[in-house]
């Protein structure tokens, strides 16, 4: 199972008609695509060209991988894949014995 999560506010308007956006109510720094593969957390950070992680995702970063979850920070679909399937393999071959490789 995996859904993409968008922590962007959304506009509204005040009572006098002036639009302002409202904040997100989800914990900053949440990963664009939330995974649950085999029973793991997988959590997908898309950047792309010179894009790079904020303070508030690395630190979600840091508490996914404490979690025991898998993170990957994405630039491309190819070393995503790579990636993606080497940890499937890791998962597949630990399930069941307790000692899952983070």
Do not use: P
Request: net charge positive.
């Amino acid at each position: 199972h995996a859904e993409r999560i968008s922590n962007e506010g959304v506009m509204r308007r005040d009572k006098y008609g002036k639009s302002f956006r409202a904040t997100s109510s989800m914990q900053n720094g949440t990963a664009d695509i939330s995974a649950t593969i085999l029973g793991r957390s997988v959590k997908v950070e898309v950047k792309i060209g010179n894009d790079r992680q904020s303070e508030a995702q690395e630190e979600y970063q840091r508490q996914i991988e404490n979690a025991r979850g898998y993170y990957i920070v994405a630039k491309d679909f190819d070393s995503f894949l790579t990636w993606f399937l080497g940890k499937m393999e890791v998962i597949k071959a630990k399930k069941g014995g307790g000692n899952e490789e983070k």
